[in-house]
């Protein structure tokens, strides 16, 4: 509450969706949760379960609050929605991913 006063904002992450996207899969154990993060961050060598938690929590949040920024950025042109600009940042995301297949 404390930091919500001082307007700080605060995300709340369900554990499933942490271990999702840790590990790849919503019903992960921690010591699948500690083996993935030694592959994402190598040099991190989290001392308890807690901490490798942590650093969990922190890798999910960095994932999801980016593709809450891109969604929110980037608005689909096939919606017609979106400024010029938006549409040009997905047309250029277009020629960077390639033609699609057919």
């Known amino acids: 509450m404390v930091p919500a006063k001082a307007g700080v904002l ?5 554990p499933n969706l942490v271990k999702k996207t840790i590990v790849g899969a919503g019903h992960g154990d921690k010591a699948q949760i ?24 922190a890798i999910t949040h960095a994932h999801h609050r980016r593709s809450a920024v891109l969604g929110a950025m980037v608005p689909s042109p096939a ?9 040009s940042i997905a047309r250029i995301g277009a020629v960077i991913r390639g033609p699609e297949p057919r």
């Open 10 to 14: 605060i995300a709340e992450y369900a």
């Open 34 to 57: 500690r083996m993935m993060l030694g592959v994402l961050l190598p040099k991190a060598a989290p001392p308890s379960h807690d901490a490798a938690d942590a650093l969990a929590i």
């Open 79 to 87: 919606c017609g929605g979106g400024s010029k600009r938006s549409r």
